[in-house]
């Protein structure tokens, strides 16, 4: 399978061959409930293949969104698969149309609001501590990105090794919608896209196609999803661990692609030159004199998106993926943890629940955000979510000592 070269422009192209796309690398999104009869082993499933185990989840009916107990499992699941000497590599994938859209923000969203807060901690906690783990993973890890992929559910996928995209992949980290912030390492991967594209992404929501996030370094390879039974009956048949093994196999099967025409990265000039600037308010007053000055629609849909998210969260995000830049994974899920808490027990603001009711639950998408505009974001306000958890609230600990975490 080979990679996607994009037919762009020279500057493009520069700005695209600046980032060190993952070699070896090493959220969130809004659905129903899940039905508390449910069996749990049955949201994760598990395929053995000869050398090789395979990850399932399986709510389709939920776009495959992430409770507690299937991150859980499959924390508990690739830890063994790890241990175990008679397995090679591993493979993560959905049922259904989607590999996973998120976490079920909605299901959180009723504990918070049934006063369960620690629940909900809990499901940061491990979800955080998975993506750790998955991000420092000793054996080749697969995973088959097929369908809609959104916050959480690029959390637990950029990690791999490999990530094979599709022609029905759809990636997207659209937090800020919903008065939250992209996590589950969005804040590590998205700020080392090509020159500002992170920001744009993590800001507007914006969606990528699988071609596109091949182009920007977001995924390793291409198939047809037609295809995808080829791949894994290929994968299931390797008695391996060795990744040049698996590389070669994704490869037999894949295609070249190219990002279309209209792709928002042949916008990278301009989103470089509108979202390089150091505030939220400069990054809208530069899309509106690009927007009055061009007529250009993407400046105008930015736009449109920026305004309808939540103003608190806009500048908690950027500040996020800005120190992200900087930072190794292991601190990027600390302050990501450090962020989500205060979010979800309404320290600052209730943006967050506000969200998830505006946009999944009465569905007016007329959210009342707290506080309603920018100019009424403190620095205060933003600080906080910033701010090393107290002596009662344990910051998230990971094993940096015997899993090294990578820049």
Known sequence: MQRAKAVLSPAVRCSLQRFGVFSHHRSFSALPNYARNDDLQEQVLVEGRAKSRAAILNRPSDLNALTIPMVARLKRLYESWEENSDLGFVIMKGSGRALCSGGDVVALNQ?????????????????????????????????????????????????????????????????????????AGASFYLSRLPGYLGEYLALTGEKLNGVEMIACGLATHYSLTARLPLIEERLGKLITDDPSVIESSLEQYGDLVYPDKRSVLHKIEMIDKCFCHDTVEEIINALENEASSSYDEWSATALKKLKEASPLSLKVTLRSIREGRFQPLDQCLAREYRISLVGITKRVSDDFCEGVRARLVDKDFAPKWDPPSLGEVT?????????????????????????????
């Open 111 to 183: 504990l918070i609001n049934e006063g369960k807060v620690e629940e909900c901690k809990k499901f940061f906690e491990t979800l955080y501590k998975f993506i750790y783990l998955l991000g420092t993973y000793v054996k080749p890890n697969v995973a088959i990105v097929d369908g809609i992929t959104m916050g959480g559910g690029a959390g637990i996928s950029i990690p791999a090794m490999f990530r094979v995209v599709t022609d029905k992949t759809v990636f997207a980290t659209p937090e800020t919608q919903m008065g939250f912030h992209p996590d």
């Open 379 to 407: 620095k205060d306000m933003v600080d906080c979510y910033f701010t090393r958890l107290n002596e009662f609230e344990p910051e998230l600990e990971l094993p940096t000592a015997l899993r090294e975490p990578y820049m």
